[in-house]
């Protein structure tokens, strides 16, 4: 039988997602109650789009509503509106053993103006991290610091007029310059995966990034959607490729936020979706890409990002099996802030390595992140019931 939530610290030795006194260490009983009644309204799909839709018409017909979303979804999901107002919550995570992926989440216009200025901020979070342990990586989204219309281009392998070459050299630049202040710096940098449509022009950056800097470690991970039918078949490939070539692979496996996207597309352009039908064939990816991975430690550095219980406990055993340190520099845990705390804290409570992306930003310009994640919390396999059930556990806990 699985543990109850709101199991104490002392009777649970071996490790158990339930364990809700460590997964809240962080949170008083006000911020428990203020969570609880985030994940009511985003777990309602009615509440949840009412709101979002409020929000949208209060922002644009200019009424006051920063301060109330300030201090709720942007309190529960963001760490602040700058780097230097990530402290308090890099911080709280610290004290629990959980590193911090500051994550710079304002999507700016698509203008080479504003890339640069996307870029320059990276390069930013890159040295706020340097010598700092409780920033262990970094991350950035190529489409932040490039036009989509020319990635969309580049991977369907059009060719380009004068100006989108020059476009283009100016885009590996700026990866270029932040690969390089990562490396210089001794902090790893993630490349988000995005679209399929404009994916193959990332994993071409991507790896011309590790073939340059992984040489002898990893400070590049590119990103596995394995909800893709062949993604599974390319990570072993790229394994075998990095070998070959004399690199490590990084890797961050996640299953992917585009699904819908990903469906509409092919439906309406009349292509075969590049999506698994089932969600069990996207988990039986997942499951065997995290094992491929394990089992070729030496070769590739691995990222896992998910809120999936089984996976995170299936790559603990996995570790075990293989007589993998918990330490172990190739292996990494990561989640969200303010999501699925009950697994990042109980992980690195049980001496994992772990570490959640802490997205920041002025409140108005990371709306549309904070809409992301209600609509994923929201939709049939989000885990907001799950959030509820343990935010409850430990409320009951302290009451005793
Ligand atoms: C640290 C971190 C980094 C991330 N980085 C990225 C990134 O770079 N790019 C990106 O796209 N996403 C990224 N994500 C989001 C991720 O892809 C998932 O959307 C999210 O984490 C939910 O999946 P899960 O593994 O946590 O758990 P689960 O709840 O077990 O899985 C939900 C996911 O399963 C898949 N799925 C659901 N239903 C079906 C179905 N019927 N058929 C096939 N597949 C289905 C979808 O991908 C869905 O998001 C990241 C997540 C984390 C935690």
Known sequence: MPAQPGGNVSQQSALSFNNTQIAFQDKSVKELKTSYRIFKIISNPFLSRTGQKLVKWAVRVGLPVTSVIRSTVFKQFCGGEDIAGCEPAIARLANGGVGTILDYSVEGSQDEQSFSRTADEIIRIIKRAQHDERIPLAVFKISGIGRFELLKKVSAGESLTAAERAEWTKLNGRVSMICAAAEHAGVPVMIDAEESWIQPAIDKLATEMMKRFNRDKAVVYNTYQLYLRHKEESLKADIETARHSGYILGAKLVRGAYMEKERARATELGYPSPVYPDKDDTDNAYNKSL??????????????????????????????????NKQHPHVYFAQLLGMADHISFNLAHAGYRVAKYMPYGPVKAVLPYLFRRAEENTSVTGHAKRELSLLSAELKRRKH
């Open 291 to 324: 094992q491929y991975c394990i089992e070729n430690l030496q070769q590739v550095a691995l990222v896992a990002g998910t809120h999936n219980e089984e996976n995170c406990m299936l790559l603990t055993r996995l570790m075990d099996l293989q007589r993998i």
